[in-house]
């Protein structure tokens, strides 16, 4: 049954995960002042033909978990119809702002990732990667619903001094 085997690759995959940001944590353990900040995206309701996914709730929620218990206490949350572009800009600029040298950031996703054609001819692979938000149709793509590679990179870059350290994790195919 392919829904048994997917079934199993995603909840390894979701330990593998779980394992490898811990390690990430604890090897990289900051200075006694500096925080860690996050937000947390999960989208698991789409409009069809896009399949609705189980995984994207509980993967935030196991990290909202493990970055408590490593002291964490300034982590927003979106989920579904909440994850819009216009909101995940928002707070991470909010984040931006609120964060300190030596702190952490953590960008998390988790959620449908896909590619189109871009419309920037310096793309090398003529390819846009994209996250599918809440509302994301793919009959009519709404630039509310979706964050290219490119702006998300800028967000991270043009929000966030060098001295904030920026993690940023995508559950999503085409996320490399």
Known sequence: DPRGLFGRIE?????????????????????????IRALLVA??????PIPSLE????????????????????????????????????????LGKRAKPGDWVIFFYAGHGAQAKARDATEVDGMDEFMALGGFQVSRPDPNHFILDNDLRGWLMNFFPTSVNVLQIADACHSG
């Not at 390894?12 to 006694?32: C, E, N, T």
């Open 11 to 35: 909840a390894s995959m979701r330990k593998l995960l779980a394992g490898l940001i811990a390690a990430l944590l604890a090897a990289l353990s900051s200075p006694a002042h500096a925080e």
């Open 55 to 94: 995984g994207p709730p509980n993967d935030a929620a196991a990290l909202k978990t493990l970055l408590e218990a490593q002291g964490a206490k300034d982590i927003i949350s979106l989920r579904d119809a909440q994850a819009t572009r216009a909101n995940v800009r928002a707070a991470l600029e909010a």
């Open 43 to 48: 989208v698991s309701q789409y409009v069809e």
